[in-house]
T-cell receptor
Framework: IAGITQAPTSQILAAGRRMTLRCTQDMRHNAMYWYRQDLGLGLRLIHYSNTAGTTGKGEVPDGYSVSRANTDDFPLTLASAVPSQTSVYFCASSDVASGGTDTQYFGPGTRLTVL | GQNIDQPTEMTATEGAIVQINCTYQTSGFNGLFWYQQHAGEAPTFLSYNVLDGLEEKGRFSSFLSRSKGYSYLLLKELQMKDSASYLC??????????WGAGTKLIIKP
C-alpha cells in the first residue's frame, strides 16, 4: 500500500441500509478526514480525527459516525442511508507537525448512490 | 461568515497563460492551498501560501495577499492535461480547511 486507500470504489445502496466506507493510510499521518463532494459545492467536511482515539464533527456530520481505533484506519459509517447521502466521499490525511504545512492528501474516493 | 469565491468555469487556449482567482472571507487565516482535481479523480496538492507574495513551481505559480483576502493560481504554457478543476482552500485555525467550489478549466487546442 502506498498513500491512502478507500473501499469500496463505488456502491449502490438501498435507503435505510447501514454502510461502512473504509479508509486506510500507510503514511503514519496523525490527522484524518472525511469529506463529501457534490456537484457545484466545495468539499464539505463530515468528521475528522486529529490523532488516534479522538474524533470531531465537521460541517455536515448528521447521519454519519466515525471511529479512530488506530493511526492507519478511519472508517465512516452511515447508520441508515438516505438518498441525500448520495455523493462522492473522499478520505484524506495530513501530518500535523509544528512548523509544517499540514498538507492534506486524498484517497481515490468512494462513489455512493442511495436509492 | 466563511466564504470562498472562485469562478465556476474558465476557458483557455493550449500554450497560453491563465490566472484563476480566489477571494476569501474567513474568521482566521493560517494558510491557503491550491489543489488540482481531474474529473473522476481525487484532489492533488499543487501549492501552499501562508505569507504574502508569489510562490513559483515550474509552470504553476500561486500568489497571496492576506490584506485583500485574495489569491490566484497562474498556469503558464498550458497543456491539454491541465484541463481539470482547481480548488482553493483556506485553513482558518489549526487543522481544518474551508473549500471553494472549484474552477473548471477547459483547455482548447
Amino acid at each position: 500500500i502506498a498513500g491512502i486507500t478507500q473501499a469500496p470504489t463505488s456502491q449502490i445502496l438501498a435507503a435505510g441500509r447501514r454502510m461502512t466506507l473504509r479508509c486506510t493510510q500507510d503514511m503514519r499521518h496523525n490527522a484524518m478526514y472525511w469529506y463529501r463532494q457534490d456537484l457545484g459545492l466545495g468539499l464539505r467536511l463530515i468528521h475528522y480525527s486529529n490523532t488516534a482515539g479522538t474524533t470531531g464533527k465537521g460541517e455536515v456530520p448528521d447521519g454519519y459516525s466515525v471511529s479512530r481505533a488506530n493511526t492507519d484506519d478511519f472508517p465512516l459509517t452511515l447508520a441508515s442511508a438516505v438518498p441525500s447521502q448520495t455523493s462522492v466521499y473522499f478520505c484524506a490525511s495530513s501530518d500535523v507537525a509544528s512548523g509544517g504545512t499540514d498538507t492534506q492528501y486524498f484517497g481515490p474516493g468512494t462513489r455512493l448512490t442511495v436509492l | 461568515g466563511q466564504n470562498i469565491d472562485q469562478p465556476t468555469e474558465m476557458t483557455a487556449t493550449e500554450g497560453a497563460i491563465v490566472q484563476i482567482n480566489c477571494t476569501y472571507q474567513t474568521s482566521g487565516f493560517n494558510g491557503l492551498f491550491w489543489y488540482q482535481q481531474h474529473a473522476g479523480e481525487a484532489p492533488t496538492f499543487l501549492s501552499y501560501n501562508v505569507l504574502d507574495g508569489l510562490e513559483e513551481k515550474g509552470r504553476f505559480s500561486s500568489f497571496l495577499s492576506r490584506s485583500k483576502g485574495y489569491s490566484y493560481l497562474l498556469l503558464k504554457e498550458l497543456q491539454m492535461k491541465d484541463s481539470a478543476s482547481y480548488l482553493c482552500a483556506v485553513r482558518e485555525g489549526n487543522y481544518q480547511l474551508i473549500w471553494g467550489a472549484g474552477t473548471k478549466l477547459i483547455i482548447k487546442p
